[in-house]
């Protein structure tokens, strides 16, 4: 089973961890476990945060990879794919000079794009500039679970971590196995899992690392993979048959949208209904 590993969502705001806490947390797990490269995607508007540009400095100067997402542009207002490429031009201008940028870019607009007259643009455009295009397959979407985590603590109860990071890799892991095995019969491949980087990702990634490592698993490197992979990589949406059978069949290419795993709040409390004596 192999892996690329991207962390998003920097979080600068001070909860049960400092900024600066969270992010080294998080790179003392990595250098334990032997994990040499991740990518971190960042969002340029972000680098006007004081707290924004140490967390990336931190990154950079530890070998790992910064990913444009672009500068502001946001894919639910109205479709402009040239107002989109400007962006994503002025988040590469502005990340030129920090250490670990190699001009790596997350193409978001095609996880929500089926044209192909649209992928073959970006296509055009990312290759004319010299850029590295990356894709996601999995995003961890456990933003709400965290929030219910920190009223935990602002109530001061007590937290069971440990049982609390066993569950969550249990309840990952079936997804991400279940995914792997779709890779393998489009043709293999790692699996691109991005993780947000709050507080429980500081405080559960051993226990992900570990599962990886139990069943002989690898990490990816970013730069290596990316500088291989197709750019538009097929679904591993399993809510997407249609879709995925269109790919297996090498028709017209489906929308790429990324599994989320995990979900909203009503995700979030019938999760921590099931461990119920993990916050007292």
């Known amino acids: 089973m192999e892996m690329v590993l991207l962390f998003g969502q920097l ?60 500068h502001h542009y946001h894919l639910l207002s109205r479709p402009d794919e040239r107002r989109y490429q400007l962006d994503l031009l002025r988040g590469h201008q502005q990340l030129q000079t920090m250490t670990g940028y190699k001009g790596h870019t997350l193409l978001r607009e095609l996880e929500y794009s089926a044209s192909q007259e649209t992928r073959k643009n970006l296509e055009n455009f990312v290759t004319a500039r010299g850029l590295a295009p990356v894709y996601v397959d999995l995003r961890v979407d456990d ?57 429980l990702t500081a405080y559960f990634l051993p226990g992900l690392l570990e599962r990886m490592q139990s069943v002989g698993g690898r990490f990816v490197p970013p730069s290596e993979y990316f500088a291989r992979a197709p750019l538009v990589k097929s679904p591993t949406n399993p809510g ?40 007292h």
Not at 29 to 51: C, M, N, W, Y
Not at 168 to 178: K, M, N, R, T
Not at 253 to 278: K, N, T, V
């Open 11 to 70: 979080q600068d705001n001070v909860t049960n961890l400092y900024p600066q806490t969270r992010t080294r947390l998080i790179l003392g797990h990595l250098r334990r476990f032997q994990v040499d490269e991740v990518g971190v995607i960042v969002r340029t508007r972000d680098l006007r945060k004081a707290s924004i540009r140490d967390k990336l400095k931190v990154w950079g100067e530890s070998g790992h990879l910064l990913i444009n997402q672009g």
């Open 143 to 199: 933003s709400e679970f965290n929030y219910l985590y920190q009223q935990a603590i602002s109530r001061r109860r007590q937290q069971d971590m440990g049982r609390l990071q066993d569950a969550w890799v249990e309840h990952l892991w079936p997804e991400l196995v279940d995914a792997w095995y779709q890779q393998l019969v489009l043709g293999g491949g790692p699996l691109v899992l991005v993780l947000e980087e709050h507080d």
């Open 240 to 279: 997407q048959p249609s879709a995925y059978l269109a790919q297996l069949l090498h028709i017209a290419p489906p929308r790429h949208q990324p599994l989320a795993l995990g979900g909203g709040r009503e995700w979030a409390e019938l999760f921590m209904e099931r461990i119920p004596d993990a916050m």
